[in-house]
């Protein structure tokens, strides 16, 4: 989801509330570096993606608002990537994905794991009505553009599923969640709806996987009723094994309306049910999602795995350690080789602040690493204090493994929902 704020207003928020400059992080507590900012210090920078590859570079991809440094002409928002060649230790100047000719939302990017080096991305662009994938072969220095699906209507949450020559982006679409599918490396596409015979209120895809077998998963949030943040709320995931073509669904969990936000000055379903998942280099699958069993209630963190191609899932297992009655969010998940799986949050348990979490399993879920926070305090802004920030900047965050099996991760933190806000990076296990 995007910001509705007046640019004249982020603007005037960003200059009274941000530094120009970021100055150094405290050092963390918990193994991972200390946050640090990444991408352009003016402006507004909001809901980043980010993937590595197996030749030590790391990509972060992120939409630029306010003021796109250099490019007084640039749509807002402007796609802008940060490309890393040493796992992390240092960043290239940030630079357009590609000229712009509208505001492009919603970044996706992602990292082939066949061959652990063709870089994809994607979003959405002409008033959010194209999906657009984009191939890059030389680490992210050049890249081509294709339309991968193009409505009469505006679409939102676009998610990237890559292998080999499988290529996928779900989004919404209409209430619906459509899925685009490529099977020649990204060239050309074809679109199916996944929920074809379900009545809901509103579909949000959040995660999607390719498995070592080419079945396909997305996972996504279904509103039963029309009408904003009404529930309950079905979190399904969807599978098809025939390229796209035709999906079956499987419902997870089913929880409660969302939490109201108003106070964050955010709007319907921001800290609403979500699921993402991904599949490991055996084909595991793994499920994390936030729920809450009363409508407006606070909801938890939870994981489930698949070793049957998603026929069958574990018993939901509740991974905070935070007290009961902590509001959390935004769950991110990465796996790597067999049964190397690696999780992470918001929450608010140091009221009324945030911080991200970190938890990993060497054994797809079986048992995990003790809770690690990954964000840390950072002087000088108006938003971060010693226990925390003061809201998650965008309603979603990403991690991905490194060439050396390290986590990446970035993941964006503001005032409220509106304004002022930028992305942060951290990396570690």
């Known amino acids: 989801m995007s910001s509705s704020l007046s640019l004249q207003s982020r603007f005037i928020l960003a200059v009274l509330l941000t530094t120009i400059l970021a100055p150094a992080a405290w050092p963390g507590n918990s193994g991972f570096t200390p946050q640090t900012r990444v991408g352009f210090t003016i402006g507004d920078q909001w809901e980043p993606a980010i993937a590595a590859d197996g030749y030590g570079h790391v990509y972060i991809l992120y939409p630029q608002y306010v003021i796109v440094p250099g490019c007084a002409s640039c749509p807002l928002p402007t796609l802008i990537l940060v490309v890393s060649n040493d796992n992390g230790n240092t960043w290239q100047a940030p630079h357009q994905i590609a000229p712009p000719g509208t505001g492009r939302f919603d970044a996706q990017i992602a990292v082939d794991p066949a061959d652990h080096r063709t870089v994809y991305a994607a979003w959405l662009q ?11 072969a030389d680490f992210g220095q050049s890249w081509s553009l294709v339309i991968a699906d193009s409505t009469n209507a505006g679409t939102d949450k676009p998610i990237l599923a890559v292998r080999g020559a ?19 490396g990204g060239i050309t ?27 396909v998963y997305f996972a996504w949030a279904g509103y039963t009723q029309n009408g904003g943040a009404k529930g309950p709320v079905n979190l399904y995931t969807s599978k098809s094994s025939d390229g796209g073509k035709s999906w079956t669904s499987t419902v997870l969990d089913v929880s409660g309306s969302p939490p109201v936000c108003s106070s964050y000055s955010c709007g319907w379903a921001y800290l609403g049910a979500q699921i993402t998942m991904i599949s490991d280099a055996a084909g595991t699958l793994y499920a994390l999602w936030n729920s809450g069993v009363v409508d407006k209630g606070a909801e938890r963190i939870y994981f489930a795995s698949s070793t049957t191609a998603g026929a069958t899932w574990s018993p939901k297992l509740d991974v905070s350690a935070a007290a009961a009655g902590v509001e959390h969010a935004f769950p991110a998940i990465v796996a790597g080789s067999a049964g190397d799986v690696r999780i992470a949050w918001m929450d608010s348990r140091n009221l009324p602040l945030w911080n991200t979490y970190y938890r990993s399993s060497t054994n797809g ?22 226990n925390g920030f003061s809201f998650p900047f965008g309603d979603y965050f990403e991690m991905d493994i490194d060439s050396h099996g390290q986590t990446q991760a970035v993941w964006g933190e503001g005032l409220n929902y509106n304004s002022p806000g930028s992305i942060w990076y951290s990396n570690g296990r």
């Open 126 to 136: 002409n008033n959010k009505s194209d999906t657009v994938v984009a191939k890059s």
């Open 166 to 184: 499988d290529v996928c982006v779900g989004f919404n679409h209409a209430q619906k969640v459509w899925v685009s599918s490529s099977h020649d």
């Open 189 to 215: 596409f074809t679109s199916a709806n996944v929920n074809v015979n379900a009545k809901l209120g509103w579909s949000l895809a959040g995660g999607g996987t390719v498995d070592p077998a080419g079945n």
């Open 365 to 386: 879920g079986a048992t995990w690493s003790a809770e690690k926070q990954m964000s840390s305090y950072v002087p000088g802004y108006s938003y971060i204090q010693r």
